[in-house]
């Protein structure tokens, strides 16, 4: 199988997708992918959007619930979500002078990014097998609590119901595993940055290029060999991110703050 790079959640965020780019030259991957939201929070969509555009194969990059949001009506979005996806659609619209430029490009393939692919019993998602765009797969349901009142046994049994074997998902910006045998979360420093594949049926979350949430600022990605999962933490000029989110007044400051701590 080739040697795969899983990228997701990059947000805008060219200096993290950079650093990102510069550690993936160095593994000797076959290709790129990504699971979405390439947009949303912060401050350089267009640049984001060519990057992607650019490095990933076609065909093998999914929909986020921050691009669709981008692209269309940001409902269900939080006040600070909603300015930025707002703000982001100007930046990233195709108007009547863009008809033969980049901007037209861009917007096409944004548009016509698909929600899931498979690739034999490989499953690619930006969410959740059962709702592409906005469920959230977490370790608080593992352990049996609700996040927004569903049953979260319920949640993973239907969830894993779709899988075929495994499943590579972003959205939660929480990288680790869960297993389907079990129900189990296993976290990175359980699992020491590597996952091997086995019979169960697992749910990985590649973690989040442009604003990871697991406490660990630095950018997260996966390297997938078909054999096994390796997780890559990236430092990157995080302050010249929060420097073009402090001084851009559509995105709220506590967009650039979070960064600095990964939450």
């Known amino acids: ?31 790129i992918y990504c699971l979405g939201d390439v947009v949303g929070y912060g401050p350089e969509p267009v640049a984001a959007m060519s990057r992607v555009l650019e490095v990933c194969v076609r065909g093998r990059v999914i ?15 939080n006040a600070e979500a909603r300015n930025a996806a707002v703000w982001t659609n100007k930046q990233i619209k195709a108007g009547w002078f863009s008809l033969f430029g980049g901007h037209r490009k861009r917007w096409e393939w944004l548009k016509s990014l698909p929600t899931s692919f498979t690739e034999g019993d490989v499953l690619y998602v930006h969410a959740s097998p059962r709702n592409h765009l906005e469920e959230y797969i977490l370790e608080e349901h593992t352990l049996g609590r609700s996040y927004l009142g569903e049953d979260p046994r319920q949640l993973l049994e239907e969830n894993f119901a779709l899988v075929p074997h495994t499943c590579f998902v972003g959205h939660t910006h929480r990288p680790g595993v869960v297993t389907g045998d079990d129900f189990a979360w296993h976290s990175l420093p359980d699992l020491n940055l590597r996952w091997t594949i086995d019979a169960r049926k697992t749910i990985i979350n590649v973690g989040s290029v442009g604003q990871p949430r697991d406490s660990d600022p630095r950018s997260c990605y996966v390297i997938f060999d078909g054999a096994s999962v390796e997780w890559r933490r990236v430092t990157y000029d995080i302050e010249k991110t929060r420097k073009l989110i402090y001084d851009n007044p559509n995105l709220g400051k506590a967009l650039g703050d979070r960064l600095v701590v990964g939450r």
């Open 1 to 31: 199988m080739p040697r795969i790079a899983i990228i997701s959640d990059v947000h805008s965020n060219m200096p993290a997708l950079e650093a990102v780019l510069a550690d993936i030259a160095g593994q000797r991957v076959d290709a």
């Open 63 to 77: 929909c986020g619930n921050h691009d669709h949001a981008s692209i269309y009506e940001p409902i269900g979005f």
